[in-house]
């Protein structure tokens, strides 16, 4: 049974870096798919943030490009998020997610849809 | 990229059917059928309910099917029940190799 789970700092100051880790078990990250991060502001709806593949091929969402980084750890089976310079706009629920990326032998850069995912993790920003 | 335009909310009585549209463009719902739906209770992680515009994976009930035409998906759960109401998203690949969300639909089950 494959399982995702967050973790990280649940307090990030202003102007400060979000560093967040998703450990994957039941499943080896280098037997394939995308690996994703996506996150939910109270009360509002779903953003995806990127993904990455263990070969580290990586897709992000173009408005945060500028702030995200996305890497894997495959001696530790995670991966890891990273959001830099993190304003009042950035707290929200941090979901981790698996991505299939090649249906039926055709594949997609960057991944499809979620299919697994992670029970979230909190980060809210303040100083 | 802009988000997929959903309704904000939909509602229906027990045993009914409900559709939830998703409207994007031909750079994403259009290009591609690669539309997927989500279903989310309060509080809980999202879950997959449709891949692919309409493939059910194993864990999805028979009563929720997806749909395309155009630049519009849609959504349809048949025979509603209490346990369907929940926030719903819809997300579609586009063709910068990204993925955009919907802005989400809050079903309500009289």
């Known amino acids: 049974q494959v399982q995702l789970q967050e973790s990280g700092p649940g307090l990030v100051k202003p102007s400060e870096t979000l560093s967040l880790t998703c450990a994957v078990s039941?499943?080896?990250?280098?037997?394939?798919?995308?690996w994703g991060w996506i996150r939910q502001p109270p009360g509002k709806g779903l953003e995806w943030i990127g993904s990455?593949?263990?070969?580290?091929?990586?897709s992000y969402n173009p408005s945060l490009k500028s702030r995200v980084t996305i890497s894997v750890d495959t001696s530790n089976n995670q991966f890891s998020l990273r959001l830099t310079s993190v304003t009042a706009a950035d707290p929200a629920v941090y979901y981790c997610?698996?991505?299939?990326?090649?249906?039926?032998?055709?594949?997609?850069?960057?991944?499809?849809?979620?299919?697994?995912w992670g029970l979230g993790a909190l980060v809210t920003v303040s100083s | 990229q802009s988000a997929l335009t959903q309704p904000a909310s939909v509602s229906g009585s027990p045993g009914q059917s409900i559709t939830i549209s998703c409207t994007g463009t031909?750079?994403?719902?259009?290009?591609?059928?690669?539309v997927s739906w989500y279903q989310q209770h309060p509080g809980k992680a999202p879950k997959l309910m449709i891949s692919?515009?309409?493939y059910r994976p194993s864990w999805s009930s028979y009563r929720f099917s997806g749909s395309k035409s155009g630049n519009t998906a849609s959504l349809t759960i048949s025979g509603l029940q209490a346990e369907d109401e929940a926030n719903y998203y819809c997300?579609?690949?586009?063709?910068?190799?990204?993925?955009?969300f919907g802005g989400g639909t809050k079903l309500t089950v009289l």
């Open positions: 997610a698996r991505l299939p990326h090649c249906p039926g032998g055709n594949c997609h850069h960057g991944g499809l849809y979620f299919d697994i």
């Open positions: 039941g499943y080896s990250i280098t037997s394939g798919y995308y």
């Open positions: 990455i593949h263990y070969s580290g091929s990586t």
């Open positions: 031909s750079s994403d719902v259009g290009a591609y059928n690669f």
């Open positions: 692919n515009v309409s």
């Open positions: 997300s579609s690949y586009t063709t910068s190799s990204t993925l955009v």
